[in-house]
C-alpha cells in the first residue's frame, strides 16, 4: 500500500504553545483528512481538504492540502490539555484511505 | 443512526474460540471499511465493502479472518480460532463512496478485542 510519513512521532509542548506537524507521500491524493483519536475511543475528523493548495481552518486548527497533492501540514494554535492525543493524516484516492502512523500531542499545563 | 455504531465495545474471549464483531455504518454511505488498530500502532487495512460489489479483502492477515456485509448496511467482521496476536482495536469506518470524488471516511468508537 502507498506510504504516508508523519512526523514527529511524537511532541511534548506547554501548554499555550503552537504546534505543528505534517505527512508526505510519494504518491498524489484526491482528499487529504486530518483525524484526533483519544484513548478508548475511534478517530474523529478534524479537518477535510479537498484542492491543491486549500488552506482550510477549524478553530484553533489550521491545515493545508500541499500544491504538489503529496503533502499536509495541521497546526494547531494555542494549545490546550483537551488537546491532548493522537493525531493521524490520511490520503484518499479512489476506494482507499491511506493513513499516517500518527503523531502523539502531550501538552504540560 | 448518526453514526459509525460498533458492537461490542470491549470482548474478551479464549484463544481459540470464534468471534463476531458488528458494524453499522452512518445511514446511506455505501463503503464500509474494517481497520486494526494494534497498542500504540497505526491502522492497517483489513477489508472494504463498496455497493454490491465484491469486497476488496487484500488486507485479511489470514483466512481465519472473514467479513460480510448484509444488505449493504450493517458489517460482521469474523475471527475464527482466535490468537494471542488477534488482541487490538478494530475500527470501523463508512464513507460516502466514488472512485473519482472527494471523500471522507467517518470511524466508529471500535471494539476493543482481547484474546486470553
Known amino acids: 500500500g502507498q506510504q504516508l510519513n508523519q512526523s514527529p512521532q511524537s511532541m511534548f509542548i506547554q501548554e499555550g504553545e503552537d504546534v505543528s506537524m505534517n505527512c508526505t507521500s510519494s504518491?498524489?491524493?484526491?482528499?487529504w483528512l486530518w483525524y484526533k483519536q483519544d484513548p478508548g475511543e475511534g478517530p474523529v475528523l478534524l479537518i477535510a481538504?479537498?484542492?491543491?493548495?486549500e488552506l482550510t481552518s477549524n478553530g484553533r486548527l489550521t491545515a493545508q492540502f500541499g500544491i504538489t497533492r503529496k503533502d499536509s501540514f495541521l497546526n494547531i494554535s494555542a494549545s490546550i490539555p483537551s488537546d491532548v492525543g493522537i493525531y493521524f493524516c490520511?490520503?484518499?484516492?479512489?476506494?482507499?484511505?491511506?493513513f499516517g502512523t500518527g503523531t502523539s500531542l502531550t501538552v504540560i499545563p | 443512526g448518526a453514526g459509525v455504531s460498533q458492537s461490542p465495545s470491549n470482548k474478551v474471549t479464549e484463544k481459540g474460540k470464534d468471534v463476531e464483531l458488528r458494524c453499522d455504518p452512518i445511514?446511506?454511505?455505501?463503503?464500509l471499511y474494517w481497520y486494526r488498530q494494534s497498542l500504540g500502532q497505526g491502522l492497517e487495512f483489513l477489508i472494504y465493502?463498496?455497493?454490491?460489489?465484491?469486497?476488496?479483502k487484500s488486507g485479511l492477515p489470514s483466512d481465519r479472518f472473514s467479513a460480510e456485509r448484509t444488505g449493504g448496511s450493517v458489517s460482521t467482521l469474523t475471527i475464527q480460532r482466535t490468537q494471542q496476536e488477534d488482541s487490538a482495536v478494530y475500527l470501523c469506518?463508512?464513507?460516502?463512496?466514488?472512485?473519482?470524488?472527494?471523500?471522507?471516511?467517518?470511524f466508529g468508537q471500535g471494539t476493543r478485542l482481547t484474546v486470553v
Open positions: 469506518a463508512s464513507s460516502l463512496a466514488g472512485p473519482l470524488s472527494n471523500t471522507e471516511a467517518f
Open positions: 490520511a490520503g484518499q484516492i479512489g476506494n482507499q484511505f491511506y
Open positions: 445511514s446511506g454511505h455505501t463503503a
Open positions: 504518491s498524489i491524493f484526491n482528499t
Open positions: 481538504l479537498y484542492k491543491a493548495g
Open positions: 465493502f463498496q455497493g454490491n460489489s465484491a469486497p476488496d
